[in-house]
């Protein structure tokens, strides 16, 4: 069980963060969760992975999950380096989760990216990623890029696993040849059995069936004494991010006690999932931490 945190929750004094890191892992939460954007919407965002780096830097032994770092909008040389990098000051402790983007079309096409070739890209980035992090010198000459032996050293002293996020045929397939695993958000316990079914059965096709696979869900979630105070912690801040009306997401978004929020995500686990990332909005950020670890003690 992870909470995942927000720009402006870890864009604090280093103390503070500190702090808040220390009442996390004290609450029983498993692990943090940061997410990536470089231009969203109206101009906000956050590198996934220098707040990753801040993260790991400002706690000794929490582990970080970034979901969703936006790959196709970065060259994967340099973001083999940055991962070898934070591998090498906090080993075993990254997961990194990777996704197309796309929600703003003006973010892809402002990094110079042509937003109909993510997925393209993505495999490609992909490709070349998992080589650079496995040691071995890499050249690659495709659609996008083209490598002669690239090399990035040393070698994770502990592997990186690399959750593949999407809903669409394509990111099932990506997940299972790729990934360690899949990444989702905005789907229903169903769907989420369905592909981990799927990605099993391509991952065997693939020659992966020994690949131990662990998936992720991001959920964002509103606490409160009731739903009505609950959702009205969660409307407000999910509408000023996405830019769309509540409604849009209801469905996937639980709020209320931390009795209901549990109920909601329990088939999530039955179907599979491995780690919940919770997105936790409360009256404040004290009472969000304790609703995310109720809702662990719940679940175990």
């Not at 131990?212 to 869900?217: E, F, G, N």
């Not at 990332?277 to 109720?294: K, Y």
Request: net charge negative; hydrophobic share 45%.
């Amino acid at each position: 069980m992870g909470l995942l945190l927000s720009q402006q929750q870890i864009a604090v004094p280093v103390v503070a963060r500190r702090e808040l890191l220390d009442r996390i892992a004290a609450a029983g939460i498993d692990h943090i969760g940061v997410g990536d954007h470089i231009s969203f919407f109206i101009g906000v965002g956050f590198d996934g992975l220098v707040g990753a780096a801040s993260l790991l830097g400002s706690h000794p032994s929490l582990p970080v999950h970034v979901g969703v770092y936006l790959l196709p909008l970065r060259h994967p040389v340099p973001v083999a380096r940055q991962l070898v990098t934070i591998s090498e000051l906090a080993p075993g402790r990254l997961v990194l989760g990777v996704g197309v983007g796309g929600e703003d079309r003006h973010e892809v096409e402002i990094c110079g990216v042509d937003p109909s070739s993510r997925g393209r890209r993505m495999d490609e980035s992909l490709e070349v990623l998992r080589g650079l992090l496995s040691g071995r010198p890499v050249s690659f000459h495709g659609e996008f890029f083209d490598i002669d032996d690239a090399l990035v050293a040393p070698v994770p002293s502990e592997p990186i696993p690399v959750l593949v996020g999407g809903r669409s045929d394509a990111a099932i397939r990506r997940a299972a040849r790729f990934g360690e695993g899949w990444w989702a958000i905005w789907v229903s316990p169903r769907r989420f059995g369905e592909a981990v079914s799927e990605i099993e059965s391509i991952a065997i096709g693939e020659g992966r069936d020994r690949v131990p696979m662990q998936h992720a869900l991001n959920v964002w979630c509103g606490f409160g004494s009731g739903r009505d105070e609950a959702r009205a912690a969660l409307a407000p801040t999910m509408e000023a991010f996405y830019q769309l009306p509540f409604e849009r997401f209801e469905r996937w978004s639980p709020y209320g006690t931390a009795e209901e929020v549990a109920d909601f995500l329990a088939p999530y686990c039955e179907a599979g999932c491995s780690h919940l990332n919770l997105i936790p909005q409360a009256a404040n950020l004290d009472r969000a931490i304790e609703g995310v670890a109720r809702v662990k003690g719940l679940l175990s």
